[in-house]
């Protein structure tokens, strides 16, 4: 059965420094994506980055990295320089197709606190 | 630029009332799909669809019920409200396939008393 497991429920760190919030899955299939989500205090859900099963690279996207790690089903964020506007919780989820359902579920979050 | 519309933002609800969330698309998306978002539970896959006249089951489906009769429209039913349904929900849409990210509604709060 799927599982996303984020094991921090919060993570501070100082502005201008990176930070790695962590993800790891289950899953028995051998085609699936992952997405990391943003959701500030406003309660928007925002799109970060993705990565799929098969890509051999990790994505990036501006200041946010995903260090993917297939055999230790991993999928770990990394921000780079923060910024006071990083504070929000964050979210890992994976997509599977099993079925054809496309079925998303998400992990638990870790809300991340940028300090000045 | 609507993206996905849901209503109503707020609702407060007696226990043992129906009611219905909408949530509405236009950005001809197959996949739709309706969380709730409880603290330290993250977001929680109710029902999900991937097109007209399809939908699933996701991780707690129980007091939840949804149809899909257009591509647009992916309504959320309660049938008989309960106090452990008091929560945020959001639907999202998105296109199949693994790579394609959801957009999400604004989200609904909803209080069960």
């Known amino acids: 059965a799927q599982k996303i497991t984020q094991t921090q429920p919060g993570m501070f760190v100082q502005e201008k420094e990176a930070v790695t919030l962590d993800c790891t899955y289950d899953?028995?299939?051998?085609?699936?994506?992952l997405f990391w989500y943003k959701q500030p205090s406003s309660g928007e859900m925002i799109f970060l980055i993705y990565?799929?099963?098969?890509?051999?690279q990790n994505a990036t996207e501006g200041r946010y990295s995903l260090n993917f790690q297939k055999a230790r089903k991993s999928a770990n964020l990394v921000i780079s320089a923060s910024q006071l506007g990083d504070s929000a919780m964050y979210f890992c989820?994976?997509?599977?197709?099993?079925?054809?359902?496309?079925?998303?579920?998400f992990g638990a979050g870790t809300r991340l606190f940028v300090k000045a | 630029n609507a993206g996905v519309t849901q209503t109503p933002k707020f609702q407060v609800l007696k226990t043992g009332q129906s009611m219905t969330l909408q949530c509405a698309q236009d950005?001809?998306?197959?996949?739709m799909s309706w969380y709730r978002q409880d603290p330290g539970m993250g977001l929680r896959l109710i029902h999900y669809?991937?097109?007209?006249?399809?939908?699933d089951q996701g991780e707690v489906p129980n007091g939840y019920n949804v149809s899909r009769s257009t591509t647009e429209d992916f309504p959320l039913r309660l049938l008989s409200a309960a106090p452990s349904q008091t929560s945020v929900y959001f639907c999202?849409?998105?296109?199949?396939?693994?790579?394609?990210?959801?957009?999400f509604g604004d989200g609904t709060r909803l209080s069960i008393l």
């Open positions: 999202a849409s998105s296109r199949t396939g693994f790579g394609q990210p959801q957009h």
């Open positions: 899953t028995s299939d051998q085609s699936y994506g």
């Open positions: 990565q799929g099963s098969y890509d051999e």
């Open positions: 989820a994976m997509r599977e197709a099993g079925g054809g359902g496309f079925k998303t579920i």
């Open positions: 950005m001809n998306h197959e996949y």
């Open positions: 669809s991937v097109g007209a006249g399809i939908t």
